[in-house]
Structures are given as structure tokens and as C-alpha cells.
């Protein structure tokens, strides 16, 4: 995705496919939703082959990498089998992720300080093939720093928190996690870290967060791919650029 200093939107298709292996069938097919999120205005199409290929399949990712013109930021968690994938496709960029079978969706974020050698070992290759690499983390300072040792490029920040605490309510909570996200992406900015950010987010949560200027980029699938069944996709795409550009020209006028 390039560096035009506009805040991106990468248009996550994961749940495409969700309903699609609901019948085991062809359709709906994720590869037409990224070239339709290609045409709403869409900045970068994401999507994350988990290891038991619940949702998007290797098919999937040829079929992306054949067709679309937007940049693929292909997520996966931090295996060998996903390495081999990657290095064969060299997407433009590849975030990873934590990943369990037990869990619904990737709950929290990628523990890097734990496993700092590794992983600076497991990018390497990555990076050399000319991906951009990104780390799917909680705005957790010891994170950030471990992300930035290991030589990370991009740092992608869960605000799943958040997006929970104000889905439930709990408003003093979610904005205590608002302000520690607004802290943690100026920390890693002030790093030379990219921010971006994703994971839950809705019409409801996305301003806040699009009102951060060190955020390039935001990732958003469940809720946009729900919302196209009563928008259509384009149109549901449509409204969250607008609703992240207002909120960024809003942040700009009140700072400057
Ligand atoms: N960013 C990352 C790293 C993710 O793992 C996901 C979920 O796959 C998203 C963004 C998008 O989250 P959601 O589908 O909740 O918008």
C-alpha cells in the first residue's frame, strides 16, 4: 500500500469465505468481494489463511494473487508451513498473528517479547523476499519495543478491547483502552514503527481511532462483510471511508 499519508483501508474478506464453507460450495467467492472492495475504494484486500482453513482457502490465496491490483496484506500465523506459503506468493505485505483452533476469531495479540529470537529469525526470509512485515500486537509498550527489535516494519495494533468494552457498555473502560491505544501508536511512530491498527471495528468505533495521525492504515472484515447484507458490499465500504476521512479532516482541523 503506498505512502500517500492518507489513512488506508484494507478490506478484510475472511468471513466471505465464511459463508461460502458454510455449504462447501463456490460462492459466495472471496476473490469477487476483493475485486468489488477493489472498485469501492478500498486501499489493500487482507486475509488470513488459518491453520485449519476455517475460512479462507490455499485456493483462495492463488486466486487473489492472480487477480487483484490492490496490494494483498496476507496474514498468518508464525509457522513454517505459513513461511513456505508466503515466500512462494511474496505478498506485499504479511502480518502475523497468534493463532488457536480453539479460539472464534484471533483474541489477543501476538506475544513477541516471549519469543523475540525466534521470530527476528522467522521474518528474516520475509523481509528479504520483499514483504513488508507486520506485527499484529496489544498497545503494550514491551510489544512494541520487542516488535521493533526483530526488525518489524509495520505494527498492527488489536483494538478489539475497545470495540468490545463500548459494544458492552462499558464506556469508562473502552476509553481507558482508546487512551492507551492513542499512547501506544504515538510510541511506536516515535520508534519509526508503521501503525496501523484493526480487529472489530464498526461505524460506531472507527472514528476515534482513524482520528490518530500516526495510523496509516486500518484493517476491517466481520463487520463491513455483515453490513453489505443490508448495503451491499460497495456501498457498506463506501460509508466506513467516509466516516475514517471525516474524522481524520476533523482531527487535522482541530490540530492545526
Ligand atoms: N487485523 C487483524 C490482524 C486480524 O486478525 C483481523 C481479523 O482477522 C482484522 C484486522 C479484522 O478484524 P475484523 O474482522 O473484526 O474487522
Do not use: W
Not at 167 to 195: I, N, P, Q, T, Y
Request: aromatic content about 4%; proline content about 4%; overall charge negative.
Amino acid at each position: 500500500m503506498s505512502d500517500t499519508g492518507k489513512l488506508r483501508l484494507g478490506v478484510n474478506i475472511d468471513h466471505v469465505a465464511t459463508v461460502r464453507n458454510a455449504r462447501g460450495g463456490a460462492y459466495p467467492d472471496p476473490v469477487r468481494a476483493a475485486k468489488l472492495a477493489e472498485e469501492a475504494g478500498a486501499d489493500g484486500i487482507t486475509a488470513h489463511l488459518r491453520e485449519d482453513r476455517r475460512h479462507i482457502s490455499d485456493a483462495d490465496i492463488d486466486g487473489l494473487m492472480a487477480a487483484l491490483k490492490l496490494p494483498l496484506n496476507f496474514e498468518m500465523a508464525a509457522t513454517d508451513e505459513m513461511q513456505k506459503i508466503a515466500l512462494r506468493h511474496k505478498p506485499h505485505a504479511v502480518c502475523i498473528v497468534p493463532e488457536k483452533r480453539e479460539e472464534r476469531t484471533t483474541e489477543g495479540g501476538l506475544e513477541v517479547a516471549r519469543e523475540e529470537n525466534r521470530l527476528a529469525h522467522f521474518i528474516a526470509p520475509l523481509r528479504e523476499a520483499g514483504c513488508r512485515v507486520s506485527i499484529f500486537i496489544a498497545a503494550d509498550r514491551r510489544q512494541i519495543e520487542a516488535a521493533h527489535r526483530i526488525g518489524a516494519e509495520v505494527i498492527e495494533l488489536h483494538t478489539g478491547a475497545y470495540c468490545d468494552a463500548h459494544a458492552e457498555g462499558h464506556f469508562k473502560e473502552r476509553d481507558r483502552e482508546l487512551e492507551c491505544l492513542r499512547d501506544m501508536s504515538a510510541f511506536a511512530h516515535s520508534l519509526g514503527l508503521e501503525v496501523h491498527a484493526g480487529h472489530g471495528l464498526t461505524y460506531d468505533t472507527v472514528k476515534p481511532i482513524a482520528a490518530f495521525p500516526e495510523v496509516m492504515e486500518l484493517n476491517i472484515g466481520h463487520f463491513l462483510i455483515g453490513e453489505s447484507i443490508f448495503r451491499g458490499l460497495g456501498p457498506a465500504i463506501g460509508e466506513m471511508r467516509r466516516l475514517m476521512d471525516e474524522a481524520r479532516s476533523d482531527a487535522l482541523r482541530t490540530a492545526g
